[in-house]
């Protein structure tokens, strides 16, 4: 039986993202200060979550998804360096702070669970960030409105989203989206920091195509302690130039020209060293949700959400489920249907109303010259169905880290 879903499905004409003449992709890497602040949200939400499901059995209301890093000051030299001002990094929201259960009041210990959460992220993702010299932790996290809380906590088999927001998913990923996305992902490898430790973990990639034709800049922050010189630093430049240029000739048959850390001058004496491996240490500031969309990539010439899904509930929080269900919603179209080039995939909720239930789900295709609509509607219809059926799965794969976020 299917369900009485408003399920709507287009055709967005015969034109896909690869036959226009200009493409702009970018992408943040893990050490970059929005990355850094959108996994200090998250992590926080995951943490709420594990110790809500430890001690109540359930994962209770909370949103997380304000937070701000502020850059601090550093003195970079070869060979050395230290932090002069500390970063500062506070995560804000709302989460259930007071907890009735068996006829006594709990207090949740929301602000220790925030500032290990955010440490511990940090420590895992930067190899070089001191979190107690280098960092200042904050939060400011209350209870959450009584409204939401009673939306939240509803009995019923599906939740009923606490918000009404956007999703937004395609397929496929262009070459040049793919190579923004990988030269990140290999310069932030473990292969890679075994091969050239020297390379940070703030990464910056902006890819523009022009035909046929593909301007690839990095930006990538060098472990000051780490390089000797300016003679050592040029080398670990031009390693990482090869490396990106071998990786592109994999991804793309485009003519690629591949600039590292464009902004340096060496007769002024003018370098990318960082002491941590993030720009954070030296002035560059940081908001959660003005980093990568949920796929990964900041896409300026797709359709796309705003929203920001780190730190939001994976419970009924639809700005973050929705963004996680289009995209898997938007892979299984794109490789289960046959005559589909591209496919966008957009849902909104509605407060109040079942998760499962959206106010619409729709399908905005791309298809293959002679593909009527007709023929590759009904699979669609069902494909979107059978993922909004299924949809209280996302919630494990979100706090298990299991999928993209940012």
Sequence with gaps: MVENRNIHVESLGERALSDYDLEIVERKGKGHPDSLIDGASEAVSRALCKYYLQEYGTILHHNVDKGILVGGRSNPRFGGGDVVDPIYIMVAGRAASFVEKDGKVYQVPTGGIAVSAIKNFLKETMRYLDTEMHLIVDFKIRQGSTDLMGVFQDTSAIPLANDTSIGVGYAPLSPTERLALET???????????????????????????????????????????????S?????????????????????????????????????????????????????????????????????????????????????????????????????????????????????????????????????????????????????????????????????????GSVVLF
């Design 184 to 230: 990140e992902k290999m310069l932030n490898s473990k292969k890679l920091k075994s091969e050239l430790p020297e390379v940070g973990e703030d990464i910056k990639v902006m890819s523009l195509r022009t035909g046929n034709k593909v301007n690839l800049t990095v930006a990538a922050a060098m472990i000051s302690s780490l390089t000797r010189d300016a």
């Design 232 to 400: 050592h630093y040029q080398s670990v430049v031009e390693e990482t130039k090869k490396m990106v240029e071998d990786l592109a000739s994999k991804i793309t048959t485009d003519d690629v020209a591949v600039r590292v850390n464009s902004g340096d001058s060496y007769s002024k004496g003018i370098y990318y060293l960082t002491v941590t491996g993030t720009s954070a240490e030296s002035g560059d500031d940081g908001n959660t949700g003005r980093g990568n969309r949920p796929n990964g990539l900041i896409t300026s010439m797709r359709q796309y959400s705003m929203e920001a899904t780190a730190g939001k509930n994976p419970v009924n929080h639809t700005g973050k489920i929705y963004n996680v269900l289009a995209q898997k919603a938007s892979d299984r179209i794109y490789s289960e249907v046959k005559g589909v080039r591209e496919v966008y995939v957009r849902m909104l909720s509605r407060i109040g109303i079942p998760i499962d239930h959206p106010q619409v789900a729709s399908a905005g295709l791309v298809l293959e010259k002679e593909v009527p609509l007709s023929k590759v509607k009904g699979d669609i219809e069902s494909i979107l169905n059978d993922e909004l059926s299924r949809i209280t799965q996302i919630t494990p794969l979100i706090t298990s």
